[in-house]
């Protein structure tokens, strides 16, 4: 049985029903989120504050002299009907032409100055906007510089795209054509109130009085339109993501035939953004032809009321065609506050994706950063290192290890094992969750992780390339290296020959998708990026993987020659890799279950020996030895 406390909340009389309090917690929840997201979009506008102020006043000024208009037109319509009628009943003064030509001048001076000051506070807010654009962009890619590597591990690419791209635009839009807007907006309904009073507080009267109803519909408007934005936004991030690895692995969807599946995942998606994004625009295309359909009541009423003050003669021919044009203006500025307010659904949806990427948790860095040295030896020790990419699942468990500078650590275990992880952690993407690093005997975590990456250097399974010459990518080692430097690099990661015969040589353009080069040559000239980098330390991971046996002869030798005086961390399945290795470590599932030289490891016959024997089972012992 239910206890008093469950029968007064299901109660009519306990309060409101359970559905109208979330009902209502929705609404605040939508209202305050657009207040935040606007807010947060206004406070980076400060620094064009004194822009914005004169903005503001010429919007003022041009409105201003756009509202008076009428009066003029007014005066010259109640003289041609004044003139007319003295014509008729005979009189010797007509139409004062004079007058009339004066007026119409005079009017004409007036609307040109209003688009003047239009034409000037238009370009300076397209001036603003632009700035406001690239200022944000600009920070957008200061944070994405200050992400730790998780943040991109468990984010989509094509989605942080579409957040500098659409959603800035989205936003840098939305700014252009809103502010000015709805300065204008707010300036014309108080001044055009305020000539219909002047003119007849009747007329006025009705006219305000039927104003609310537009007020209403763009409220209900909103509120069912805004989730809808909100979605459209989220879903063209997708979209932009799906495209985006669709582009990029185009090659991997063909050679597995999962085109059709791609497509489909790609097609439901489109289904969801385009069901979104036709709610969200035929809710928001409803508010113009609804406040039209409310200002055409007005002007009805306006009509009639006033063609019987005129028969009345309480009011002129001049005075009701200008309070007709002032009653269809006074519905243009509010229907143009129904369209601004789309607009900064837009923008709040925008806003919310940009904001939730710019308040993403950075690199966290000590708050007295540690001198860094000019130079080190490269001594490297892990100490009880522990780290798991989730709290609840460790990978490195208890990890110990002195690597003396200038020795060779080959890193070797089954897949998953933490190989790849140990280098993540040397190179500080990630923080420990327990243990330390330390590097000549300081611990790492007290350098800034920026300073400290500079002593390493990493050539890694997947290369990595940009869009720009042979010499521009070898360059990217060290940005000051002269020509010649970069060359002896090449040279001596036993590039130079393939490049030499390459047309243009060091000046070939890699394109974007960089396949102008096989594979393996793209992994030789990371080598040599590494080799003109020169650091104390260097991290190879698979980094002979992607090249053939006549290649990968070549390029040991480089390596020989790069290793020396270096410490070095290889991680490598192939046995002719690591061999000549200082100290093989053993890992399994994040701990050292073997450690010694090559001909050491197999002469156990343990864990390192099962490993390879499994590889190389062709293979007899005096072979792998």
Wanted: glycine share 6%; aromatic share 8%.
């Amino acid at each position: 049985m239910a206890g008093p406390m469950s029968s007064s909340f299901n109660s009519p009389r306990g309060g409101l029903p359970r559905e109208n309090a979330i009902t209502r917690l929705q609404k605040y929840k939508t209202n305050a989120s657009i207040r935040k997201e606007l807010k947060r979009i206004f406070s980076l506008l400060m620094p064009f504050k004194w822009a914005l102020i004169a903005v503001f006043i010429l919007a003022i000024l041009s409105v201003v002299f756009s509202v008076i208009g009428p009066l003029f037109i007014s005066d010259v319509t109640d003289e041609l009907a004044d003139g007319v009628l003295r014509i008729i009943r005979g009189s010797d003064s007509g139409i004062d032409f004079k007058y009339v030509g004066q007026t119409l001048l005079f009017l004409i001076g007036i609307y040109v100055t209003s688009a003047i000051f239009n034409l000037i506070q238009s370009l300076m807010m397209a001036k603003i906007t632009t700035r406001f654009s690239y200022n944000l962009r600009k920070k957008i890619l200061h944070k994405l510089n200050r992400l730790p590597v998780s943040y991109y591990s468990t984010s989509v690419q094509g989605n942080i795209l579409s957040i500098i791209t659409n959603d800035v635009d989205t936003v840098e839009n939305g700014l252009n054509t809103s502010i000015t807007k709805m300065i204008s907006s707010i300036v014309q309904i108080i001044g055009i109130t305020v000539i219909m009073f002047t003119i007849s507080w009747q007329m006025a009267l009705v006219v305000l009085g039927i104003s609310p109803l537009s007020v209403i519909v763009v409220f209900i408007l909103v509120k069912i339109s805004q989730k809808h934005f909100r979605n459209n936004q989220r879903y063209l991030g997708k979209v932009n993501g799906q495209i985006e690895e669709f582009l990029s692995a185009h090659v991997i969807l063909s050679a597995f035939n999962y085109e059709e599946s791609a497509s489909e995942s790609f097609r439901n998606n489109n289904e969801i953004l385009k069901g979104h994004s036709f709610k969200a625009e035929f809710l928001s295309g409803l508010i113009y032809p609804s406040n039209n359909f409310i200002g055409n009541l007005s002007f009805i009423l306006v009509c009639i009321i006033g063609a019987i003050n005129v028969t009345s003669g309480v009011i002129s021919i001049g005075n009701i065609q200008a309070f007709i044009m002032y009653s269809k203006s006074f519905n243009r500025p509010i229907i143009d506050l129904s369209n601004i307010s789309s607009q900064l659904q837009r923008m709040a949806a925008a806003s919310e994706r940009i904001f939730g990427l710019l308040e993403e948790d950075e690199e966290k860095e000590p708050e007295n950063n540690t001198q860094l040295p000019d130079r080190i030896k490269g001594e490297v020790e892990f100490r009880h290192v522990k780290f798991g990419y989730h709290k609840d699942k460790t990978i490195i468990k208890d990890f110990s290890l002195t690597a003396h500078a200038g020795q060779k650590i080959a890193i070797v275990g089954p897949t998953g094992a933490g190989k790849t992880t140990l280098v993540k952690l040397l190179m500080r993407y990630y923080d420990l969750d327990g243990g330390t690093i330390l590097l000549d005997g300081h611990d790492i975590a007290e350098y800034d992780r920026h300073e400290i990456r500079k002593y390493f250097g990493m050539v890694l399974q997947d290369t990595w390339l940009f869009k720009g010459t042979i010499k521009e990518n070898i360059r990217y080692g060290r940005l000051d290296a002269t020509d010649e430097e970069v060359i002896e690099a090449a040279r001596t990661a036993q590039a130079d020959s393939f490049i030499s015969t390459l047309p243009h040589g060091y000046d070939l353009v890699i394109n974007e998708d960089s396949d102008n080069i096989s594979q393996g040559q793209k992994q030789l000239l990371t080598i040599a990026r590494a080799v003109l980098a020169d650091p104390p330390v260097l991290i190879l991971d698979e980094a002979t993987s992607s090249v053939d046996t006549r290649t990968e002869v070549l390029i040991q030798k480089a390596m020989d020659k790069l290793l020396e005086g270096r410490t070095s961390f290889i991680i490598a399945h192939r046995y002719s890799t690591i061999r000549n290795a200082d100290m093989i470590l053993c890992i399994n599932d994040g701990e050292i279950v073997e450690q010694g030289s090559h001909r050491e490891l197999f002469e156990k016959n343990g864990f390192y020996s099962s490993l390879y024997k499994d590889q190389f089972s062709n293979l007899t012992d005096n072979d792998t030895l």
